[in-house]
């Protein structure tokens, strides 16, 4: 048998559970799964899948520089306490 070395790594735990089952169902295991992913980078000495930048449409993108902008800005937004207040708000603009 070919002498083996430990690889020690930190994960999310809801990742990490999703991933095996999903492993699991293909008949393999994390190690396994591991192993090809490092063979594969030795092979094409790259990453072996394309990686990209999400792209999002033009609501999510208007969403985040809205709360950037709650960031930076929070003198210029209003705040809530609880969100009892807010719906008390929110229901006395209906009437």
Partial sequence: MAKTDTLNIRIEPNLKKEAE???DDLGMNVADAVTIFLKQVVLTESIPFEIK???YNQ????AIKEA???IKNPENYKSYNSVGELMEELNSEDE
Avoid: A, Q
Wanted: hydrophobic share 30%; proline share 8%.
């Fill in 21 to 23: 089952k999903t492993l």
């Fill in 68 to 70: 950037l902008d709650m």
């Fill in 59 to 62: 609501e999510t993108i208007e």
């Fill in 53 to 55: 930048k999400p792209k």
